[in-house]
């Protein structure tokens, strides 16, 4: 794991540094009153005891070698809570996608009939993303996030709300590791162990693929 948090080039801090980001958690969880009206609600988020996410390493079985997934527990951190709560309201459905091997033969079937004389020849590939979590580029799927919510017509002062918590979700990561205390940089992504990693992925995933196939071809690709 030290050989993982050199080659992020994660730099050790003291615990000091984690203070200030406990605070501003409070801070913008308390200014909030748009997308959190009730008092009660605002406090439930917060979590009274906040401890620095740890950092473990899950051995890959099915990878030869004795290669490592880096995941670090984010339970008790400043911003659980409040992760999971965002995650929950976000409710981020992709464009495209499908859950299962049965939902993806009945949209091929729906495309098929749909595009008809475009289909001769298909090919179905797929692709794997290797390290997806911590290699999101934050600001595009943040600025994507946005975008999808005027999409819906959401009040200007939610998104705010929303934007600015989300914010302090994303821009600390610190975590602990053998006693010690490390701070990734700001380009990092999202730590496996996030509330917030799965709509993330999913957001930036929709992004991409909006990026690379709506563009007017003549024939669909499904995603």
Known sequence: MRALLQSSSAVEVKIS????????????VHEAVNILPKKKDRLAILEPNPR????????????????????ISTIS???????????????FKPGKGVKNSVDLVEKLGREERRLGHCITNGVLLSFDVVGLYPNIPLKQTVQYTRTLLLNVNTPEQIIEDFMSLLGVCLETNICGFDGEFFKFPEDIGVPMGSPLSPPMGEIFMDYLEQEIFDVGNPCDVLV
């Open 17 to 28: 540094k984690f203070n200030p980001h406990v605070r501003e958690v409070r801070k913008k």
């Open 77 to 91: 951190s400043p911003t659980y809570k409040l992760a999971a709560y965002l995650s929950d309201w976000f409710k």
């Open 52 to 71: 620095v996410p740890r950092l473990f390493g899950l051995q890959k079985l099915h990878n030869a070698g004795t290669s490592m997934r880096p995941v």
